[in-house]
């Protein structure tokens, strides 16, 4: 996301590193460029010609012209006015009331249904919730079989009542969460035109009857400045507590969520990062604006490694590596906790410093971690716990049961041989990092 902004900012930021000090004439080649960028963004004029004259004036002042490294500080201060611009602080979902009723509103085709499984999915991983889905989609063909695949895919239950007044069901699904102990309903509602009267009547009416803690509004980021114009029509019919940006993994561009707040004062609560039951993250405007900068988003990538490894086993690795004990068993072990990460090119763009390092563009293909798969399932168990005994017959054997050749089961090993040699410098204390 924010591929082709992020990449002229740093552009900007590169020259102006260069400059022993910043005067009016140099921080204006900067910051036309810096206009340029977020104009191509897709970001609203307005919100450009005021976030420019801000940073204009902060970086011509005192704090600046006595530094003596201006272009760490005037970095400082276009990270610090990106933060403002996308929220300031992160704008947490109410989850504190029993049961806590949300509502999700929204244009057609904005992945709204997908959306309301994945945060349902979320609040039950993050939160230790256990949602109800509600169905009041009633006029889109197969809307509610879709919830409910996704609800069955989720192990999350769905109440429907199949094309029944959507206040109905609503008001007959809280009585049924209640009597059931969900303690988070989510209401999934028809996709509209917010210039639809007759179905912003209706939500309306479902808000009258489900009084919900959080109305969020699902925006495609691929609408862009027509955003805005979505969010004010909603907004001026429901009390709108948020918005969820989808799709912004597929959108280079992303200047809807660099214009959304500051016009309409909506906060983004959560965003779309990939088309999986779990890609849906809470909004975070600092760590955004990082990965933007190119300053990497550790945080991020820490929090998604803790949610999906499995500690114990992690730490039971650590301790073999230090005991020189780790074999192919828990190489393979890694390697499927490393997988539940997602495409590793993507953490990989949350380093700080990726771009610099060439590093944005690496492609990983999935295949090869797929083939080493292989290679070690095709082995015994006793040949994974003692690699020393995998001689030429053994190496055909397993070649020919993972469907690759002699070369690649050697290279593995020798790969594998490599690393333990790698983990037993560390722990002695030899070894040396390369730069």
């Keep these: 996301m924010f591929e082709s902004l992020g990449d002229r900012l740093q552009n900007a930021i590169d020259k102006i590193k260069g400059y022993g000090k910043i005067s009016e004439e140099n921080i204006g080649e900067v910051t036309r460029e810096i206009r340029l960028a977020l ?46 611009l996308l929220g300031g602080e992160k704008s947490d979902l109410v989850v504190s009331y029993n049961p806590t009723i949300l509502m999700l509103v929204g244009l057609q085709g904005s992945g709204k249904t997908t959306t309301i499984a994945k945060l349902a999915n979320l609040l039950r991983k993050k939160y230790k919730k256990n949602p109800l889905l509600v169905a009041c989609d009633v006029y889109r063909p197969a809307a509610i079989d879709q919830l409910k695949q996704l609800g069955k895919e989720l192990n999350i239950k769905v109440y ?21 102990h969900f303690d988070y309903i989510l209401i999934d509602t028809a996709g509209r035109l917010h210039i639809d009267e007759e179905l912003m009547d209706e939500l309306k009416r479902i808000n009258e009857v489900a009084s919900p803690h959080e109305i969020l509004l699902v925006v495609d980021s691929m609408t862009g400045q027509d955003a805005i114009h979505v969010i004010e029509g909603f907004n001026a019919a429901l009390p709108l507590t948020g918005a969820i940006l989808t799709k912004l993994d597929g959108d280079t561009r992303g200047g809807a969520a660099l214009s959304i707040r500051h016009l309409t004062n909506i906060p983004i609560k ?57 074999d192919l068993e828990d190489f393979l072990s890694q390697l499927n906790q490393i997988k539940k990460l997602g495409p590793l090119e993507n953490l990989i763009k949350m380093l700080p410093g990726a771009k610099k390092m060439g590093l944005t563009n690496v492609k990983i293909n999935p295949k090869d971690m797929a083939h080493i798969e292989a290679i070690i399932l095709s082995m015994t168990p006793y040949e994974r716990r003692h690699p020393e005994v995998l001689k030429a017959s053994r190496k055909q054997r397993i070649a020919k049961g993972s469907g690759r050749s002699v070369e690649e089961v050697n290279r593995l090993l020798k790969q594998f041989e490599e690393m333990k040699k790698m983990m037993k410098m560390m722990k002695n204390g030899n070894f040396k990092m390369p730069f």
């Design 39 to 84: 104009l191509e963004a897709d970001v609203n004029y307005k919100v450009v010609k005021e976030f420019i004259a801000s940073v204009k004036e902060k970086a011509l002042g005192e704090e600046v012209a006595k530094s003596l490294k201006p272009g760490e500080v005037f970095v400082k201060i276009l990270k610090d006015e990106l933060v403002t």
């Design 160 to 180: 429907e009542e199949g094309k029944e007044k959507p206040e109905i069901i609503v008001q007959n699904a809280l009585t049924y969460a209640k009597e059931n």
């Design 270 to 326: 959560f965003i779309g990062v990939s088309e999986k039951l779990d890609g849906l993250a809470e909004f975070y405007p600092e760590r955004m604006a990082t990965r933007i900068l190119g300053m990497g988003d550790l945080m991020s990538m820490i929090e998604k490694a803790e949610a999906v490894i499995d500690e114990k086993e992690a730490i039971a690795s650590a301790k073999k590596m230090q005991t020189g004990k780790f």
